[in-house]
Protein backbone atom coordinates (compact mmCIF):
# COMPACT_ATOMS: atom_id res chain seq x y z
CA UNK A 1 0.00 0.00 0.00
CA UNK A 2 1.19 3.75 -0.64
CA UNK A 3 0.36 6.47 1.36
CA UNK A 4 1.12 10.00 0.43
CA UNK A 5 1.97 11.89 3.98
CA UNK A 6 1.37 15.80 3.12
CA UNK A 7 2.62 17.48 6.93
CA UNK A 8 4.67 20.37 7.81
CA UNK A 9 5.50 19.16 11.13
CA UNK A 10 8.66 17.36 10.87
CA UNK A 11 8.24 15.18 13.82
CA UNK A 12 5.03 14.29 13.38
CA UNK A 13 5.76 13.35 9.47
CA UNK A 14 8.71 11.11 10.58
CA UNK A 15 6.74 10.04 13.09
CA UNK A 16 3.95 8.91 10.31
CA UNK A 17 6.59 7.59 8.08
CA UNK A 18 8.15 5.75 10.39
CA UNK A 19 4.79 3.71 11.63
CA UNK A 20 3.55 3.25 8.60
CA UNK A 21 7.11 1.80 6.92
CA UNK A 22 7.11 -0.54 10.24
CA UNK A 23 3.77 -1.92 8.73
CA UNK A 24 5.21 -2.60 5.36
CA UNK A 25 3.99 0.21 3.81
CA UNK A 26 5.06 2.90 0.96
CA UNK A 27 5.61 6.36 2.63
CA UNK A 28 5.94 9.97 0.19
CA UNK A 29 6.31 12.39 2.23
CA UNK A 30 5.05 16.04 0.99
CA UNK A 31 5.42 19.66 3.36
CA UNK A 32 3.29 22.25 1.29
CA UNK A 33 -0.23 21.83 -0.56
CA UNK A 34 0.97 22.19 -3.73
CA UNK A 35 3.51 19.39 -3.78
CA UNK A 36 0.50 17.48 -2.50
CA UNK A 37 -1.78 18.52 -4.60
CA UNK A 38 0.64 17.79 -7.97
CA UNK A 39 1.51 14.33 -6.66
CA UNK A 40 -1.75 12.81 -5.57
CA UNK A 41 -3.24 14.44 -8.56
CA UNK A 42 -0.96 11.83 -10.82
CA UNK A 43 -2.12 8.54 -8.64
CA UNK A 44 -0.96 5.61 -7.75
CA UNK A 45 -1.55 6.05 -4.03
CA UNK A 46 -4.11 4.23 -1.89
CA UNK A 47 -4.49 6.94 0.32
CA UNK A 48 -3.53 10.74 1.16
CA UNK A 49 -3.00 11.36 4.73
CA UNK A 50 -3.10 15.30 5.04
CA UNK A 51 -3.24 18.24 7.26
CA UNK A 52 -4.88 20.97 6.45
CA UNK A 53 -2.56 24.16 7.69
CA UNK A 54 -0.31 23.97 5.38
CA UNK A 55 1.85 25.94 3.27
CA UNK A 56 1.76 27.25 -0.07
CA UNK A 57 -1.61 25.94 -0.19
CA UNK A 58 -4.13 25.09 2.65
CA UNK A 59 -5.58 21.62 2.83
CA UNK A 60 -9.03 22.49 2.19
CA UNK A 61 -8.26 24.11 -1.20
CA UNK A 62 -6.02 20.90 -2.25
CA UNK A 63 -9.15 18.80 -1.51
CA UNK A 64 -11.35 21.17 -3.31
CA UNK A 65 -8.98 20.42 -6.49
CA UNK A 66 -8.27 17.20 -6.26
CA UNK A 67 -12.27 16.55 -6.17
CA UNK A 68 -13.04 18.98 -8.83
CA UNK A 69 -9.90 16.96 -11.44
CA UNK A 70 -12.33 13.43 -10.61
CA UNK A 71 -9.18 12.12 -8.63
CA UNK A 72 -11.04 9.69 -6.30
CA UNK A 73 -7.86 8.62 -4.05
CA UNK A 74 -9.15 8.35 -0.14
CA UNK A 75 -8.07 11.42 1.27
CA UNK A 76 -7.84 11.46 5.36
CA UNK A 77 -7.80 14.79 7.13
CA UNK A 78 -5.56 14.46 9.96
CA UNK A 79 -5.60 18.35 11.89
CA UNK A 80 -5.21 20.05 15.34
CA UNK A 81 -8.34 22.25 13.88
CA UNK A 82 -10.68 18.89 15.15
CA UNK A 83 -13.92 21.97 15.77
CA UNK A 84 -17.00 20.16 14.19
CA UNK A 85 -17.55 22.57 11.81
CA UNK A 86 -13.98 22.32 10.76
CA UNK A 87 -15.04 18.34 10.41
CA UNK A 88 -17.92 19.19 8.81
CA UNK A 89 -15.97 21.16 5.78
CA UNK A 90 -13.89 18.98 5.26
CA UNK A 91 -16.02 15.83 4.32
CA UNK A 92 -18.36 18.91 2.62
CA UNK A 93 -14.96 19.14 0.53
CA UNK A 94 -14.77 15.25 -0.46
CA UNK A 95 -12.53 13.71 2.42
CA UNK A 96 -13.40 10.37 3.16
CA UNK A 97 -12.40 10.80 7.02
CA UNK A 98 -10.97 13.10 9.95
CA UNK A 99 -8.95 12.77 12.58
CA UNK A 100 -8.03 15.77 14.88
CA UNK A 101 -4.86 16.35 16.06
CA UNK A 102 -3.57 14.88 18.69
CA UNK A 103 -4.10 11.36 18.03
CA UNK A 104 -3.66 7.81 18.46
CA UNK A 105 -1.41 6.18 15.62
CA UNK A 106 -3.21 2.60 15.65
CA UNK A 107 -6.56 4.22 15.30
CA UNK A 108 -5.05 6.44 12.38
CA UNK A 109 -3.46 2.74 11.20
CA UNK A 110 -7.16 1.29 11.47
CA UNK A 111 -8.74 4.04 9.62
CA UNK A 112 -6.40 4.23 6.79
CA UNK A 113 -6.79 0.45 6.20
CA UNK A 114 -10.59 0.88 6.32
CA UNK A 115 -10.92 3.29 3.92
CA UNK A 116 -8.75 1.39 1.87
CA UNK A 117 -10.84 -1.37 1.87
CA UNK A 118 -13.95 0.80 1.34
CA UNK A 119 -12.70 1.96 -2.01
CA UNK A 120 -11.64 -1.27 -3.19
CA UNK A 121 -15.46 -1.73 -3.10
CA UNK A 122 -15.82 -4.79 -0.45
CA UNK A 123 -13.73 -6.33 2.47
CA UNK A 124 -10.14 -7.78 0.88
CA UNK A 125 -10.53 -11.33 -0.24
CA UNK A 126 -8.03 -14.05 0.56
CA UNK A 127 -5.38 -14.16 -2.12
CA UNK A 128 -3.88 -17.63 -3.29
CA UNK A 129 -1.72 -18.96 -5.62
CA UNK A 130 -1.24 -22.93 -5.72
CA UNK A 131 -1.33 -23.98 -1.85
CA UNK A 132 0.02 -20.04 -0.57
CA UNK A 133 -2.66 -18.08 0.90
CA UNK A 134 -2.40 -14.43 2.22
CA UNK A 135 -5.29 -13.42 4.03
CA UNK A 136 -5.20 -9.39 3.80
CA UNK A 137 -7.35 -8.42 6.56
CA UNK A 138 -6.29 -10.80 9.41
CA UNK A 139 -2.55 -10.49 7.72
CA UNK A 140 -2.57 -14.26 7.81
CA UNK A 141 -0.02 -16.05 5.59
CA UNK A 142 -0.15 -19.71 5.32
CA UNK A 143 1.11 -23.03 3.04
CA UNK A 144 -0.99 -25.25 3.17
CA UNK A 145 -1.95 -25.80 7.05
CA UNK A 146 1.60 -24.25 8.45
CA UNK A 147 1.14 -20.57 9.15
CA UNK A 148 4.29 -18.44 7.82
CA UNK A 149 5.67 -15.34 10.10
CA UNK A 150 6.71 -12.91 7.89
CA UNK A 151 8.21 -9.57 8.87
CA UNK A 152 6.27 -6.61 7.71
CA UNK A 153 8.30 -5.46 4.87
CA UNK A 154 8.46 -9.53 3.58
CA UNK A 155 4.47 -9.36 3.86
CA UNK A 156 3.70 -6.31 1.69
CA UNK A 157 7.00 -7.58 -0.91
CA UNK A 158 4.74 -11.03 -0.75
CA UNK A 159 1.42 -9.30 -1.15
CA UNK A 160 2.98 -7.48 -4.39
CA UNK A 161 4.21 -10.56 -5.46
CA UNK A 162 0.83 -12.10 -5.39
CA UNK A 163 -1.21 -9.60 -6.60
CA UNK A 164 0.84 -9.70 -9.61
CA UNK A 165 1.07 -13.83 -9.65
CA UNK A 166 1.24 -15.09 -13.18
CA UNK A 167 2.81 -12.14 -14.29
CA UNK A 168 6.72 -11.01 -14.20
CA UNK A 169 7.26 -7.63 -11.92
CA UNK A 170 10.56 -5.80 -12.23
CA UNK A 171 12.88 -4.99 -9.30
CA UNK A 172 12.34 -1.61 -9.87
CA UNK A 173 8.14 -1.61 -9.43
CA UNK A 174 9.11 -3.81 -6.76
CA UNK A 175 10.91 -1.18 -4.96
CA UNK A 176 8.91 1.50 -5.64
CA UNK A 177 5.42 -0.24 -4.29
CA UNK A 178 7.05 -1.80 -1.39
CA UNK A 179 9.75 0.88 -0.23
CA UNK A 180 8.85 3.55 -2.11
CA UNK A 181 12.46 4.78 -3.07
CA UNK A 182 14.71 4.86 -5.86
CA UNK A 183 15.62 1.69 -7.12
CA UNK A 184 19.75 2.78 -7.89
CA UNK A 185 19.86 3.92 -4.07
CA UNK A 186 19.21 0.51 -2.69
CA UNK A 187 20.39 -2.12 -5.35
CA UNK A 188 20.62 -5.15 -3.52
CA UNK A 189 17.35 -5.20 -1.18
CA UNK A 190 14.84 -7.07 -3.62
CA UNK A 191 17.18 -10.04 -3.48
CA UNK A 192 17.88 -10.06 0.03
CA UNK A 193 14.21 -10.10 0.80
CA UNK A 194 13.08 -12.33 -2.16
CA UNK A 195 15.73 -15.06 -0.29
CA UNK A 196 14.35 -14.08 3.07
CA UNK A 197 10.74 -15.11 1.87
CA UNK A 198 12.16 -18.30 -0.24
CA UNK A 199 13.89 -19.75 3.13
CA UNK A 200 10.19 -19.31 4.53
CA UNK A 201 8.08 -20.48 2.35
CA UNK A 202 10.34 -22.51 -0.77
CA UNK A 203 12.17 -24.56 1.03
CA UNK A 204 10.77 -27.67 -1.47
CA UNK A 205 12.55 -27.15 -4.61
CA UNK A 206 9.94 -29.27 -6.21
CA UNK A 207 7.31 -27.02 -5.01
CA UNK A 208 8.72 -23.44 -5.36
CA UNK A 209 6.68 -20.43 -6.21
CA UNK A 210 8.60 -17.62 -6.36
CA UNK A 211 10.65 -17.82 -9.59
CA UNK A 212 13.71 -15.42 -10.93
CA UNK A 213 13.27 -13.90 -14.70
CA UNK A 214 16.46 -12.75 -15.04
CA UNK A 215 17.52 -9.54 -16.02
CA UNK A 216 14.01 -8.76 -15.33
CA UNK A 217 12.66 -9.60 -12.02
CA UNK A 218 10.63 -11.93 -10.71
CA UNK A 219 7.37 -13.95 -11.09
CA UNK A 220 5.13 -15.66 -8.52
CA UNK A 221 3.21 -18.46 -10.56
CA UNK A 222 2.87 -22.16 -9.91
CA UNK A 223 4.86 -24.19 -12.40
CA UNK A 224 2.78 -27.44 -13.72
Known amino acids: ?86 RVRGLQLGADDYLPKPFSFTELLARVRGLVRRSQGQPPGILQVADLTLDPGARVVKRGEDRIDLTPREYSLLEFLMRNADRVVTKNSIVEHVWGMNFDSFSNVVEVYVNYLRKKMDRDPERKLIHTVRGVGYALREET
Do not use: C, H
Request: hydrophobic share 50%; glycine share 8%.
Open 1 to 86: MKILVAEDDRKIASFLKKGFAQEGYSVELVDNGEDALAIASRGGFDVVVLDLLLPRMDGWTVIQRLRAARVKTPVLILSARGQVED
